[in-house]
């Protein structure tokens, strides 16, 4: 009978660390997908007058491909906007 007892407080415990783990995560994603949401918007405001169409467009398309990113994969999608930034000639921190 004590070792049922122990079993299910083993578990229990098992459930409870694994559940903290998950909520920090969860929390530490939501931080980086602001983040990419950030640099996404800071995009769209920077200035771009001094680029050349072909670069601007190409720097265009790679910040909307972070964008979406942002989303599903808001690690990548800080990548590709951080890319965009460099090929735009830009600082993105």
């Known amino acids: ?39 996404a918007t800071r995009f769209k405001t920077a200035d771009t007058s001094h680029m050349s169409a072909d670069k601007l467009e190409t720097a265009r398309r790679q910040a909307a491909h972070g964008e979406r990113l942002c989303k599903s994969a808001p690690e990548t999608g800080v990548k590709a906007l951080d890319l965009a930034f460099k090929d735009a000639g830009l600082t993105s921190n």
Do not use: K, P
Request: glycine fraction near 8%.
């Open 1 to 39: 009978m004590r070792l049922i007892y122990m079993r299910s407080t083993v578990l229990l415990g098992a459930l409870a660390v694994s559940g903290i783990l998950a909520g920090s995560a969860f929390a530490a994603d939501l931080a980086l997908q602001q983040h990419c949401e950030a640099l």
